[in-house]
């Protein structure tokens, strides 16, 4: 079963994200930095976009039950480095 992703948009750069795998459920809030939008592949790119392509990232990484509840991709960024944001933008590549 695939995992469904949601992306609802809060305003200033904020998305609330919804996941589901199966019966099991979480929700994060996203913010997206410039540090992450400028990079090359990713400038310009569709935020929601963006905000889909990391949490499917995460998923891949981690159960969904372990997402946490607030992501900064500045901080994903410095904690998954090039493994992130080459993913991310070959995601986003993708569309």
């Known amino acids: 079963m695939a995992v469904d ?23 994060t809030q996203v913010r997206v930095t410039d540090g992450v939008l400028e990079r090359p592949g990713l400038a ?14 995460l998923v891949a990484r981690q159960p969904v039950i372990d997402i946490p509840p607030m992501i900064d991709l500045d901080d994903l960024a410095d904690a998954y480095g090039d493994a992130y944001l080459d993913d991310l933008a070959r995601r986003v590549a993708r569309a």
């Open 44 to 57: 310009g790119g569709d935020e929601e976009r963006i905000v889909r392509e990391t949490v499917a990232f």
């Open 5 to 27: 992703i949601r992306v609802e948009p809060l305003g200033d750069r904020e998305y609330l994200v919804r996941v589901a795998d199966g019966p099991v459920e979480a929700a």
